[in-house]
């Protein structure tokens, strides 16, 4: 069955899609780029562990993915112990969780240089520890010799990059490309994307003596969409994961998911 929006899925944004969706795009944006690619190149995912700190707060902002946590901590005894050698308190030091994150890393085939990376942003990557560790890292991309790509198919959360800042106010998701300078100015091509459009066909820099190729990220999706079956797994009955809709994207949803009889 047929994805039932033009472009992201805001569905597919939920915890309990979310995992499987940023596993099958990575390997799905890999495919294509490597059928694409000079043998000069190639293609590859790589998954690396991210923090995840988990608040017990009530802020709207926290969506943890897996966490189990005594809001209210009490003092535990320690067996066979004499009572001046048992602390008054224990706690969780790291209320945290390890998520994986997946870039999309083009190489030199000879020399295994880095020469793109593609950034699938996370809802991790987004929120507390795992935003300033993917600051961190995006810095160091942008000092470097490599094109960035980045992809923020996640509406909820922070933007990480200070040009993303002030977007029209109807973004849902943003693309974008900033490619490597021998100068120190590094500029963002940035694609800000409102939930009812579809998603871009990418230019994907490489060396500079070789041409783009592309990335359609709506085939990518479609074709995700329809191997992984989510129309057999998702319930379009019910609201979509926060942040909530404004009233015109929750009309455009609806009308679409009832055009497409998957609403009554």
């Known amino acids: 069955m047929e994805p039932p929006f033009p472009g992201m899925d805001p569905y597919l944004e939920s915890t309990e899609y979310w995992p499987s969706f940023h596993?099958?795009?990575?390997?799905?944006?890999m495919t294509m780029l490597n059928e694409q690619l000079d043998p000069k190149y190639f293609a590859d995912v790589e998954v690396r562990a991210v923090i995840d700190n988990v608040s017990i707060s009530s802020s709207s902002d926290v969506y943890p993915d897996v966490a189990v946590i005594d809001s209210d901590p009490q003092p535990l005894e320690a067996p066979d112990m004499a009572p001046s050698l048992v602390a008054p308190l224990q706690r969780v030091a790291l209320p945290s969780e390890r998520t994986r994150s997946r870039t999309v890393h083009i190489y030199l085939s000879d020399t295994k240089a880095l020469v793109t990376a593609i950034e699938i942003l996370s809802p991790t990557n987004k929120r507390g520890r795992g935003l300033q560790?993917?600051?961190?890292?995006?810095?160091?991309?942008?000092?470097?010799?490599?094109?960035?790509?980045?992809?923020?198919?996640?509406?909820r959360g922070e933007r990480p990059g200070?040009?993303?800042?002030?977007?029209?106010?109807?973004?849902?998701y943003v693309c974008l490309?900033?490619?490597?300078?021998?100068?120190?100015?590094r500029i963002s091509d940035i694609w800000?994307?409102?939930?009812?459009?579809?998603l871009p066909t990418l230019p994907i820099p490489l060396l500079s003596t070789d041409p783009d190729i592309t990335l359609d990220l709506s085939v990518a999706i479609q074709d995700i969409y329809r191997r992984a079956r989510y129309a057999r797994r998702v319930d379009y009955r019910?609201?979509?994961p926060?942040?909530?809709l404004s009233s015109?994207?929750?009309d455009w949803l609806d009308t679409q998911l009832r055009e497409r009889g998957r609403r009554d």
């Open 133 to 155: 560790q993917y600051r961190q890292k995006r810095e160091e991309l942008l000092f470097s010799d490599c094109h960035l790509v980045e992809l923020d198919l996640v509406r």
């Open 242 to 244: 926060p942040p909530v």
């Open 23 to 29: 596993h099958h795009l990575a390997e799905e944006l």
């Open 192 to 198: 800000p994307l409102t939930l009812a459009q579809p």
């Open 162 to 172: 200070w040009e993303l800042e002030d977007l029209p106010p109807t973004t849902a």
């Open 177 to 185: 490309v900033n490619r490597a300078r021998h100068d120190a100015l």
């Open 248 to 250: 015109d994207d929750a």
């Open 238 to 240: 019910a609201d979509p």
